[in-house]
């Protein structure tokens, strides 16, 4: 648009020229023949600039005309747009062939003219209308719909882990850390509180389930049992150290016996357990990469030594991001969801 304007202001400039050139010289057919125009074009010129000054020397440009005599009638087109839209993929020989089934006589140019104003004159250019017209549409799922994708969704099948209270829900896990020269291998038994994301953690050779048993019996219960405060679900995969017959399995007679209940997650469906999941890449991420650059350790004690000074500068020092977390240290969400439960006239058990 700027461009035509410059344009235009220029062969205006270009026509007053040759107006003043006519005046001094008093020839005209000289002038023209020197500015290029033609005597007749000078004299239009002259004309328009008498009559309307010097937006007459402007290019005028051409009004818009009435719609052709031969176009579709605004009902034509509406179902000329309604069918391309059920069936963006047809052409206009088709479209025109369909609706002389239903009694409406339109030619396939006439369709084309349609889709070329509409621009919908290919056809992605209609697939891409179809969406468009789609993508705010509010349509109703029905129950079985609902079912169905809660079903094979996992945005509905694995949801935030609903945690009511502190010690409401506790997950553990298993979490190979890797070799130690001359122990072997190197376990982590990890354990959180889902609500506060309070951590403990102690390492092992092994992972029996006696490990999963002292690591609760040990460092967990007393940390809970300090502040008044009952755990009432324990968390955790299939994996041996945690399932087997309750009347045998050390693991579950140990929740039997404190009465806490056991939850297990899905089958190959570690997501479901992400609380501890995510632990273990925090750890991964900042710790034992760390230190296993750092240090050489001889040791079982000297890694343990080191992992619980990171998780009291985790549990007491570095703010967490994770969900509700608002900045805050674990110990801070666990503190205030303590006195907050005492402050109702009971625990949180």
Not at 79 to 108: R, W
Not at 189 to 194: A, F, L, S
Request: charge should be positive; proline fraction near 4%.
């Amino acid at each position: 648009m700027a461009t035509n304007k410059n344009v235009s202001q220029k062969a205006a400039r270009r026509k007053m020229s040759m107006l003043e050139l006519a005046e001094d010289l008093g020839n005209v057919s000289k002038a023209c023949k020197i500015m290029g125009y033609s005597r007749q074009q000078f004299y239009e010129i002259r004309r328009n600039y008498q009559t309307y000054g010097s937006q007459g020397l402007l290019d005028q440009l051409p009004e818009p005309r009435n719609p052709h005599p031969n176009r579709v009638s605004p009902e034509i087109e509406k179902e000329i747009m309604d069918y391309s839209l059920d069936f963006p993929t047809h052409g206009c020989l088709k479209v025109s062939q369909q609706l002389a089934l239903k009694g409406i006589n339109v030619s396939s140019g006439g369709v084309r003219g349609v889709w070329v104003r509409e621009k919908m004159e290919t056809k992605h250019q209609r697939l891409l209308r179809l969406e468009e017209k789609l993508k705010n549409k509010k349509f109703k799922l029905t129950d079985n719909q609902i079912k169905l994708l809660e079903r094979f969704n996992p945005e509905f099948r694995e949801r935030h882990i609903e945690t009511k209270h502190t010690g409401y829900l506790v997950s553990i896990d298993t979490f190979m850390v890797g070799h130690l020269k001359g122990i072997g291998k190197v376990y982590l038994q990890t354990v959180i509180d889902c609500h506060s994301r309070h951590v403990w953690g102690r390492l092992y050779t092994n992972k029996l389930p006696v490990t999963a048993v002292q690591v609760m019996n040990n460092d967990v219960l007393p940390f809970f049992e300090e502040y008044n405060v009952k755990v009432k679900n324990v968390l955790t995969d299939n994996g041996r150290e945690y399932c087997g017959r309750p009347d045998f399995h050390p693991f579950e007679l140990f929740l039997q016996l404190e009465d806490i209940k056991h939850r297990r997650t899905k089958v190959r469906r570690p997501q479901s357990n992400g609380f501890v999941e995510r632990m273990h890449r925090t750890l991964l991420d900042e710790h034992f990469r760390i230190k296993g650059r750092e240090k050489y350790y001889e040791s079982l004690s000297e890694m343990q030594e080191d992992l619980e000074k990171y998780l009291t500068y985790y549990n007491n020092e570095r703010a967490h991001q994770g969900r509700n977390m608002k900045g805050r240290t674990p110990f801070q969400v666990f503190i205030e969801e303590v006195e907050k439960e005492e402050g109702e006239g009971g625990t949180a058990a």
